[in-house]
């Protein structure tokens, strides 16, 4: 589902989730994120308190990313399940600790199983769905 062009941006650029509690949107920049080999997104918990809020109430997820030169960019729509253990945990603790050396800590992971892949790409295959 993500092609070779969405993994590289997805690898090089910032995302954005959006999640969703009722009608009351809520979106964040991330940074501590992944790429799995089969395709699913990874998001390290430091800072997501409104999102994991909202992600109990509703599995639903969007994560945007693009590039601002380029104005190359997509918009993925899933599902996300938390995972407070295991080795893609351990992973995003160490990474976030060795980067605020200790000051702070990934609490733990968000999984994303994309759904959709959608081209915000402006031109002609904008609003496609890969």
Same mark, same amino acid.
């Given at each position: 589902?993500?092609?070779?062009?969405?993994?590289?941006?997805?690898?090089?650029?910032?995302?954005?989730?959006?999640?969703?509690?009722?009608?009351?949107?809520?979106?964040?920049?991330?940074?501590?994120?992944?790429?799995?080999?089969?395709?699913?997104?990874?998001?390290?918990?430091?800072?997501?308190?409104?999102?994991?809020?909202?992600?109990?109430?509703?599995?639903?997820?969007?994560?945007?990313?693009?590039? *601002?030169?380029?104005?190359?960019?997509?918009?993925?729509?899933?599902?996300?399940?938390?995972?407070?253990?295991?080795?893609?945990?351990?992973?995003?603790?160490?990474?976030?600790?060795?980067?605020?050396? *200790?000051?702070?800590?990934?609490? *733990?992971?968000?999984?994303?199983?994309?759904?959709?892949?959608?081209?915000?790409?402006?031109?002609?295959?904008?609003?496609?769905?890969?």
């Amino acid at each position: 589902m993500l092609n070779e062009n969405v993994v590289n941006l997805l690898k090089e650029q910032l995302w954005y989730l959006g999640t969703c509690d009722g009608d009351i949107p809520n979106v964040i920049p991330v940074a501590f994120k992944d790429v799995t080999e089969d395709g699913k997104l990874i998001v390290g918990d430091v800072f997501l308190k409104t999102t994991l809020q909202n992600i109990r109430k509703n599995e639903n997820i969007a994560v945007s990313v693009s590039n *601002g030169m380029t104005l190359e960019g997509y918009q993925i729509k899933g599902k996300a399940e938390y995972l407070e253990q295991g080795d893609i945990v351990e992973k995003f603790k160490t990474m976030v600790e060795d980067m605020f050396h *200790g000051a702070a800590t990934a609490k *733990g992971a968000l999984v994303i199983t994309p759904e959709k892949v959608i081209v915000t790409t402006p031109g002609d295959n904008n609003n496609k769905e890969l």
